[in-house]
T-cell receptor, first 113, second 115 residues
């Protein structure tokens, strides 16, 4: 069965510092992995995805994620955090054949000035 | 291009009342989904549809019904609302194909309270 784990409910980081939001996954077959961001009272917005190819994928707003097959991880990163990055972040895995998505429980990112 | 829209944005129901949530997308996507979002639990799939006229159960389908009579619309119905159905409901759509496009496109959500 497909599943996604986000081990941290909350991540706190100072503005200008690098940030990492962790995600591990369990899938049968090739993983299709996604990161979404949710701002208060809004729907989820796509940030980036990994389908195949280079393990480091770049996405919107300066975010990137590193796919690590041996550790079954897909951590979200940004070299220098902004206060405006404060939001709820979701990792998701897509079940290839049926286009179903499984979401992690979300990680709240707090970036302090 | 409005993307994914949801109606209504807010609703308060009494236990036992019924209602229908409407989702519409203008991207010609084959797949549509209904999720509920509860604190600390992420998004849980209620029902989904892989095309016009087809629907399937997700993780938490009990107490909900859906219909996809037109490709662009996906309706979520609560026949007899219960307080446990108090939640924020999100509709999403996605395109076919293994590449998956940009994953799913989400609506702005419907905040439902059942008293």
């Amino acid at each position: 069965a497909q599943s996604v784990a986000q081990p941290e409910d909350q991540v706190n980081v100072a503005e200008g510092n690098p940030l990492t939001v962790k995600c591990t996954y369990s899938v049968s077959g090739n993983p299709y992995l996604f990161w979404y961001v949710q701002y208060p009272n809004r729907g989820l917005q796509f940030l980036l995805k990994y389908i195949t190819g280079d393990n480091l994928v770049k996405g919107s707003y300066g975010f990137e994620a590193e796919f690590n097959k041996s550790q079954t991880s897909f951590h979200l990163k940004k070299p220098s955090a902004l206060v405006s990055d404060s939001a709820l972040y979701f990792c998701a895995v897509r079940e290839g054949n049926f286009n179903k998505f499984y979401f992690g429980s979300g990680t709240k990112l707090n970036v302090k000035p | 291009n409005a993307g994914v829209t949801q109606t209504p944005k807010f609703r308060v129901l009494k236990t036992g009342q019924s209602m229908t949530l409407l989702c519409a997308q203008d991207m010609n996507h084959e797949y549509m989904y209904w999720y509920r979002q509860d604190p600390g639990m992420g998004l849980r799939l209620i029902h989904y549809s892989v095309g016009e006229g087809t629907t399937a159960k997700g993780e938490v389908p009990d107490g909900y019904n859906v219909s996809r009579l037109k490709k662009q619309n996906f309706l979520l119905g609560l026949e007899s609302a219960a307080p446990s159905q108090t939640s924020v409901y999100f509709c999403a759509s996605s395109s076919m194909g293994l590449a998956g496009g940009n994953g799913q496109y989400f609506g702005p959500g419907t905040r439902l309270t059942v008293l």
